[in-house]
């Protein structure tokens, strides 16, 4: 037996304990879940699936997918179901239609969507709304500074006079750089939004200037910071 299928193998034994498939019905192989719930050792609910009153996902992907997982203590391993919970800011693994995570243990993790990687970590300095136990997508990457994006989902409820109430998962996002060196996590913005990296780093105004004479374009998109902070970090 490989030794990463092996490692998978006592992670989930290890887990089993832990999290349990309860009542319901699931969607499918591929899909996110139906009318079903996970259940804790002590009977408390772990709100991974949707549920039927309420609308969208609690998860980041509509299917589950291959990925990489890098523990703390610098083990990696691969699997072929993984999904990220915005919800509850978990990585889950599927086994036999059951659920399992390993709490506090992951470092970082890899989630292939379509023909990317898409790079979360863990261990980051604490914001206004984020702590150090917290994941950040990985936008962009250098020797400098970081792009991160924090993403995350709550679920909304809507009253309507004389109708029934209705639930809803929606996303929350924001934007943060972080600069290595110094080991500063500095929140930018809950938008796309270049000038928002610039304001937020003091950037002079003649390297602006040059940047976007030579790089003209919309200056609101995910895209565009992505493509600043590589400048930046040349």
């Known amino acids: ?23 319901g019905a699931y969607a499918g192989a591929n899909g996110v879940g139906g009318n ?41 391993f691969q699997d072929t179901a993984l999904n990220y919970s915005l919800y509850e800011d978990k990585l889950y693994f599927k086994r036999f239609n059951q659920f399992y995570f390993v709490e506090g243990a992951i470092s970082e993790f890899y989630l292939a969507k379509d023909s990317s990687l898409l790079h979360f970590v863990a261990g980051y300095p604490a914001t206004k709304i984020t702590n150090g136990t917290n994941f950040f997508q990985v936008l962009a990457d250098g020797s400098r500074y970081q792009l991160l994006k924090w993403v995350r989902k709550k679920i ?7 109708g029934p109430t209705e639930s809803a998962y929606v996303q929350q996002e924001a934007y943060c750089i972080f600069e290595k060196n110094s ?4 929140e930018v913005s809950n938008k796309p939004n270049v000038s928002a990296i610039k304001n937020t780093l003091s950037i002079e105004d003649t390297l602006w200037k040059a940047y976007w004479h030579n790089h003209p374009g919309n200056n609101k998109s ?10 930046l970090n040349k």
């Open 156 to 162: 909304r409820e809507a009253y309507s006079y004389g």
């Open 1 to 23: 037996m490989k030794p990463t299928i092996f490692l998978v193998s006592i992670l989930l034994v290890a887990l089993s304990a832990k999290s349990q498939l309860s009542g």
């Open 36 to 76: 079903f719930e996970i259940q804790n050792n002590d009977g408390r609910m772990i709100p991974i699936g949707a549920k039927e009153d309420t609308k969208g996902s609690p998860l980041l992907l509509d299917n589950w997918v291959k990925g990489t997982v890098i523990l703390k203590n610098g083990v990696r």
């Open 183 to 186: 080991r500063t996590m500095f």
């Open 222 to 231: 995910e895209a565009s910071m992505i493509h600043f902070v590589h400048y």
